[in-house]
């Protein structure tokens, strides 16, 4: 994998902390401070009509692929060994990793975070893939892997879920993250699609999201 990124050395400009992720009952909390604080992404599965738990080989297959790949990324991004084993999941991720190199990498100007978790006053919390400058805009950006496009529905949910990152980045860090990016690049052809949402429509998916968070604590009392 070439370091085609490598005058722009990782700087991060703001001290996260480690936090251990806990499952109970499908549900995703971050232990912080002691607190067990619901996940974003738990928290929006809520919000859905209908919830699937019973996952099929290839979607296991799938969300496998999919970690390995963030893996590589924030190694590359941290200029860390990666090791790749000799498995066809393995393999998949790093020819992933590399769609993703080759083709948002090179628009960046500085990596500010890389796999930070983030909450907001213990409401929530997250993990979010990338922060970084692009066209000098504070940017948030989140990889997904997939086989098939996806739905307007769930870019609109993955939307929501990095405008509930951005809120609770600026409330740390006294930041103003201006747009959001999702890099989705697809398992089978090495395709890819790049969304993105400018300050204005970032903001309308920040009123999305806090209308999921008020709907979780309802029914979550």
């Given at each position: 994998m070439s370091l085609i990124n490598n005058e722009k050395i990782y700087k991060?400009?703001?001290?996260?902390?480690?936090?251990?992720?806990?499952?109970?009952?499908?549900?995703?909390?971050?232990k912080i401070d002691n607190q067990l604080v619901p996940s974003v992404t738990s928290i929006l599965r809520v919000s859905r009509l209908t919830q699937d738990y019973n996952f099929s080989s290839r979607q296991i297959d799938s969300f496998e692929i999919g970690n390995m790949m963030h893996e590589y990324l924030d190694k590359y991004i941290t200029n860390r060994v990666i090791e790749i084993e000799n498995t066809k999941n393995c393999k998949i991720a790093y020819e992933l990793s590399k769609v993703v190199i080759n083709n948002i990498f090179p628009r960046i100007e500085s990596f500010i975070a890389s796999e930070a978790t983030v909450h907001d006053n213990y409401n929530y919390a997250g993990t979010l893939d990338l922060l970084a400058e692009i066209d000098n805009k504070l940017t948030i950006i989140d990889y997904k892997s997939s086989y098939g496009r996806k739905?307007?529905?769930?870019?609109?949910?993955?939307?929501?879920?990095?405008?509930?990152?951005?809120?609770?980045?600026?409330?740390?860090?006294?930041?103003?993250?201006?747009q959001a990016m999702i890099f989705i690049v697809y398992k089978e052809s090495y395709e890819f699609d790049i969304l993105t949402a400018d300050l204005s429509l970032l903001d309308e998916y920040k009123y999305m999201w806090q209308d999921k968070l008020r709907y979780y604590n309802e029914v979550s009392v």
């Amino acid at each position: 994998m070439s370091l085609i990124n490598n005058e722009k050395i990782y700087k991060p400009t703001f001290i996260y902390g480690e936090h251990e992720v806990i499952k109970r009952n499908n549900f995703r909390y971050y232990k912080i401070d002691n607190q067990l604080v619901p996940s974003v992404t738990s928290i929006l599965r809520v919000s859905r009509l209908t919830q699937d738990y019973n996952f099929s080989s290839r979607q296991i297959d799938s969300f496998e692929i999919g970690n390995m790949m963030h893996e590589y990324l924030d190694k590359y991004i941290t200029n860390r060994v990666i090791e790749i084993e000799n498995t066809k999941n393995c393999k998949i991720a790093y020819e992933l990793s590399k769609v993703v190199i080759n083709n948002i990498f090179p628009r960046i100007e500085s990596f500010i975070a890389s796999e930070a978790t983030v909450h907001d006053n213990y409401n929530y919390a997250g993990t979010l893939d990338l922060l970084a400058e692009i066209d000098n805009k504070l940017t948030i950006i989140d990889y997904k892997s997939s086989y098939g496009r996806k739905s307007s529905f769930l870019i609109d949910e993955h939307f929501q879920q990095l405008a509930a990152y951005a809120i609770a980045h600026d409330n740390m860090y006294n930041t103003d993250i201006k747009q959001a990016m999702i890099f989705i690049v697809y398992k089978e052809s090495y395709e890819f699609d790049i969304l993105t949402a400018d300050l204005s429509l970032l903001d309308e998916y920040k009123y999305m999201w806090q209308d999921k968070l008020r709907y979780y604590n309802e029914v979550s009392v």
